[in-house]
Nanobody
């Protein structure tokens, strides 16, 4: 069974940075796409950033210029570097890996941006 595990969440001040990591239990090369989503209380889950196996990336407008998604092939991880954090970035962040028609989700990691 394929598992996806997120790490790196925590508390940051406005303007600060956090680095999230998504580690699948199998080589990330088997996935056509790996995404980061987030969900705040009372809101729908939203797609934040995506990267495919050609390293093509895309971002939600709300995070463009602040967040960067990348693949760390040495450590078999997908990284979400979050800079210039805002209070509205507070959410549970989920990693989602897609292989053909199969979807694999992690349990999420909490990110809180507050002074």
């Amino acid at each position: 069974q394929i598992r996806v595990v997120e790490s790196g969440g925590g508390l940051a001040q406005p303007g600060g940075s956090l680095r999230l990591s998504c580690e699948p239990s199998r080589s990330m090369l088997i996935f056509s796409q790996i995404n980061w989503h987030r969900q705040s209380p009372g809101k729908q889950r939203e797609l934040v950033a995506t990267i495919n196996n050609n390293d093509i990336t895309d971002y939600a407008d709300s995070v463009k210029g602040r967040f960067t998604i990348s693949r760390d092939t040495r450590n078999n991880a997908v990284i979400l570097q979050m800079n210039s954090l805002k209070p509205e970035d507070t959410a549970v962040y989920y990693c989602h890996a897609r292989r053909d028609v199969e979807d694999y989700w992690g349990k999420g990691t909490q990110v809180t941006v507050s002074s």
